[in-house]
Every structure is written in C-alpha cells, then in structure tokens.
C-alpha cells in the first residue's frame, strides 16, 4: 500500500564510497522528484524526471546522477561521498510536473563519516 | 533564484490557540500553493494548498489566505492541538520556504 518507498531508509559510509538510493512508485504518477533536506530542515529540490525524462536539473554537482528506467523508479546514485553530502534524501512523486501535489517517501537519511 | 521566504522559524503556541505561519514569494508565474506538514522522522505531506484565482481556502481547522498583489500568502491553524506539534512548509510550485517549527503546548 505504500505509495512511495524509499530503500535503504539509513545509509552510514565513508568518504570517497559510491552508493545509490533507491525510489519506487505505485501512484501511476508521470513526474518523480529527489529533495535534499540538510540539518536545518531546508529543503531543496535536486531532480525531476518527467516520464523517464529528466526537466529539472538543479545546481548540484555532477558526482549526483539520477537513472529512472522507466516512470515508476528513479534511482539517485553518488559518486566519490563528501561529508557534505551527509543529509535527508526524500523522493516524490506528483501527477503533473511542478503543479500538483507532491507525495513523498519517508527519506533516506545518509551520513558520510 | 527564485524563493520563498516563510516566517518565523519557529512557533510556539498555547493549546486552542491560532497558529499563524506566513510566506511570500517572488514569481507571480507560479500558480500552485501548497503548504506541507512534517513530522519528525518522516516526509512531508500536504496539508492544504491553494491556486491564485482564490483569496481564501479553508479545510478543517486549517485555513490559506492568499494575496496575490502582495505576493504572500499565510497559513492559519484554529484550535491549534499539541498532535499538530511538527515542521509546515509553504511552497510555491517547487520552491520551498524554509520552514516553521510549531510547537503547541498542552
């Protein structure tokens, strides 16, 4: 019944590690989002796949690559961790792109040691 | 870069009070309002939202005024309730503000 799953919900790696978080939907949504949450909560959009396609593609840097093998999925894979990177990863979803409601998954929170 | 400045940071407010959160934004294109609600630990979800051809919508105890002239927009709880204790965040279509923590006392 869930309707947006995240896995794994904790990530704990080193620096330089490559790791993928995962994201799944069962909503029949077209569009799918990654969100970063830092520690104070802000929360900033980094992708947006439209129908496997990517539409928004904010600053972020390139060791960050969205895949989404088709518009139920879309997968966030770092490269070369930073401890930068330590933060709340939430996945959404959302019927039109950037118009409707958001529904989100429950996070992964990564920390980077 | 487009933003949405909400305020305050932080919220405290005595049961059966009202809860007043309030934002503003920059792009009048944006035409999607939604406030969400997060609880700690999980993601957030949507509480309300509004499209700009409204002044005022009202779901429950919760209300959104909106005013398109100035831009801003606010977020009302009537009867605030200690199980309404969490982080509301305004967005304008994909932008989101920075968040309010409320807290309601018993």
């Known amino acids: 019944d869930t309707a947006v799953s995240q896995t794994p919900k904790y990530l704990v790696t080193q620096m330089g590690n490559d790791k993928s978080i995962k994201c799944e939907q069962n909503?029949?949504?077209?569009?799918m989002y990654w969100y970063k949450q830092d520690s104070k909560k802000f929360l900033k959009i980094m992708f947006s796949?439209?129908?496997?396609?990517?539409?928004i593609n904010e600053t972020v840097p390139n060791r960050f690559s969205p895949k989404s093998p088709d518009k139920a999925h879309l997968n966030l894979h770092i490269n070369s961790l930073e401890l930068g990177d330590s933060a709340v990863y939430f996945c959404?979803?959302?019927?039109?792109?950037?118009?409707?409601?958001?529904?989100f998954g429950p996070g992964t929170r990564l920390t980077v040691l | 870069q487009q933003q949405v400045k909400q305020s305050p940071q932080s919220l405290i407010v005595q049961k059966g009070g009202i809860s007043i959160i309030n934002c503003a934004y920059e792009?009048?294109?944006?035409?999607?309002f939604p406030w969400y609600q997060q609880f700690p630990g999980k993601g957030p979800a949507l509480l309300i939202a509004?499209?700009?051809?409204?002044s005022e919508k009202k779901e429950g105890r919760f209300t959104i005024s909106f005013n398109k002239s100035a831009k801003q927009f606010s977020l009302h709880i009537m009867d605030s309730q200690p199980g309404d204790s969490a982080t509301y965040f305004c967005?304008?279509?994909?932008?989101f503000g920075e968040g309010t923590q409320l807290t309601v006392n018993p």
């Open positions: 959404a979803s959302s019927p039109i792109a950037g118009e409707d409601t958001q529904y």
């Open positions: 909503l029949g949504h077209d569009t």
């Open positions: 796949y439209n129908n496997k396609e990517l539409i």
């Open positions: 792009n009048t294109a944006f035409d999607y």
């Open positions: 509004i499209r700009p051809d409204v």
């Open positions: 967005a304008a279509r994909l932008t």
